[in-house]
């Protein structure tokens, strides 16, 4: 299932659409490069953490509260055990940095 997830960044009015994904489906796990991003979607506030075990690819994680507001952004590398955040959040998304998304990374993650 997909879904539209609709947040403000710098500025910036970002719409991602992206696969709803539950804790079984591994989101971005044994998936290439060129695949969609992923959603999670809780109910309550949550300290889930994410893994990239068997991603082999990096990949921008972002973490929203009840009403879409950023609460952080992380790029991933391939192969990191646990990535989380001490804050409680809603939602994560973690969007494939590839050539489809390279706007949306380049506001996610402007260089340093």
Same mark, same amino acid.
């Given at each position: 299932?997909? !879904?539209?997830?609709? /947040?403000?960044?710098?500025?910036?009015?970002?719409?991602? $659409?992206? #696969? &709803?994904?539950? =804790? *079984? +489906?591994?989101?971005?796990?044994? !998936? %290439?490069?060129? %695949?969609?991003?992923?959603? =999670?979607?809780? !109910?309550?506030? %949550?300290? /889930?953490?994410?893994? +990239?075990? /068997?991603? *082999? *690819?990096? =990949?921008?994680?972002?973490? &929203?509260?009840?009403?879409? @507001? $950023?609460?952080?952004? @992380?790029?991933?590398?391939? /192969? %990191?055990? +646990?990535?989380?955040? #001490? @804050?409680? =959040?809603?939602?994560?998304?973690?969007?494939?940095?590839?050539?489809?998304? #390279?706007? @949306? $990374?380049?506001?996610?993650?402007?260089?340093?």
């Amino acid at each position: 299932m997909l !879904k539209k997830v609709y /947040f403000n960044f710098r500025g910036k009015n970002l719409k991602i $659409v992206a #696969k &709803l994904c539950s =804790f *079984f +489906s591994l989101g971005l796990i044994l !998936k %290439t490069r060129n %695949t969609m991003p992923c959603i =999670f979607e809780f !109910k309550r506030p %949550t300290s /889930f953490k994410i893994s +990239s075990l /068997f991603v *082999f *690819f990096p =990949f921008v994680a972002v973490w &929203l509260d009840g009403k879409n @507001k $950023v609460i952080e952004i @992380k790029k991933v590398r391939p /192969f %990191t055990f +646990s990535i989380g955040l #001490k @804050k409680p =959040f809603y939602k994560i998304i973690e969007i494939p940095i590839n050539p489809k998304y #390279k706007n @949306k $990374v380049k506001v996610l993650l402007p260089r340093r």
